[in-house]
């Protein structure tokens, strides 16, 4: 056994296609004991699928995953009671109660009948949703589910929690209450695993974050060091009097990187990582000059996080 390592997960070389779809392309991660690994991509570029292949949902794939060194292509009862998942739609029975689904699901995930209760009552209280434990979960707003499908997630104790968008489509206070509780649950030495499209909703409890794109990780590593990439990297914002027809005429000035139209006149043009910006606005002034347009303002900016985000994942899974 190789579970000795500081890796609560690895994945390796991970390729996934739905029929004709290819979603995931060798894709590679390992995810430390007791971090907060915040996994973001747009909607549709396959972090449900990775999850799903993470939690044994998904069993036709290519490569290799492991759970604290155990491969997950053999499942066992320790990898159940290893994992807490929380799928993206909670799907819970409506017609039974809080309390009931919670019980049911902690006999079914090893708990003692004696330990189930206290643990219902704990979950339940940490999560704000004790008051709704007699309730029908057909009752329930879809933010108190999703509560009660965290509590179902981390009833048993799990050392790794793994959770489709957890926080999509709560209200700011909840939001901030699952954050508490992912720094919490960290703090205590669970590891977390969790999706969002959004990066806000990551940046600020992540430690880890990988960035999802064209089926690989396009960037894995710490939120300091993509901050410090994001204090590096500059961009041009360009606004014309007339429209520009083509983006290539920006696209081919040299250091340029991507160049991002905002609207017919606007633009942000980003640079390569050794650009350098005196040459990026002087041969911008010119070609756009040379084209007899005008130019009604230019200015470097610094690059936003979000916008660093986007030219990691380049536009995919809109529309
Ligand atoms: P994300 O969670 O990042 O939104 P998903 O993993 O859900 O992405 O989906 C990735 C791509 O795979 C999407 O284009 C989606 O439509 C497609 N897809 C997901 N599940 C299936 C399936 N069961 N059959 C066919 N295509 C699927």
């Keep these: ?101 919670l019980y049911t699901f902690g006999r079914l995930s090893g708990l003692q009948a004696s330990e189930v209760d206290k643990r219902i009552k704990e979950v339940t209280e940490m999560l704000g949703i004790a008051e709704y434990r007699k309730r029908k979960v057909s009752k329930l707003s879809g933010g108190t589910l999703q509560k009660v499908g965290m509590a179902q997630a981390m009833l048993h104790r799990p050392k790794l929690m793994v959770l489709d968008e957890p926080v999509a489509g709560l209200d700011p206070e909840s939001r901030v209450l699952f954050k508490n509780l992912f720094r919490q649950l960290s703090r205590e030495g669970t590891t977390i695993f969790f999706s969002s499209h959004i990066l806000s909703d990551i940046e600020d409890v992540a430690d880890t974050i990988g960035i999802l794109g064209q089926g690989r990780m396009r960037y894995m590593g710490s939120m300091e060091e993509l901050r410090e990439r994001v204090g590096r990297s500059t961009e041009v914002s360009l606004e014309t009097v007339e429209p520009i027809p083509d983006d290539r005429l920006l696209e081919s000035l040299p250091g340029v990187s991507k160049v991002e139209r905002v609207a017919d006149n606007r633009f942000h043009i980003i640079l390569q990582e050794n650009g350098q910006i005196d040459t990026v606005v002087d041969s911008a002034i010119r070609a756009v000059l040379a084209q007899g347009l005008h130019i009604r303002g230019i200015h470097p900016n610094r690059q936003s996080l979000e916008s660093l985000y986007l030219s990691y994942t380049d536009g995919e899974g809109r529309p």
Aim: no cysteine; charged share 20%.
């Design 1 to 101: 056994m190789v579970g000795n390592s500081g890796e609560m997960v690895s994945v390796s070389g991970i390729y996934k296609r739905y029929k004709d779809l290819p979603v995931l392309l060798n894709l590679s991660f390992d995810i430390p004991k007791g971090s907060i690994f915040g996994y973001i991509g747009p909607n549709g570029s396959g972090k449900t699928t990775t999850i799903k292949i993470m939690t044994g949902l998904i069993r036709d794939f290519q490569g290799e995953v492991s759970i604290e060194g155990r491969s997950i292509r053999n499942w066992s009862s320790e990898l159940s009671s290893t994992i807490g998942y929380l799928p993206q739609q909670t799907s819970l029975q409506e017609w039974r109660t809080v309390d009931q689904t």
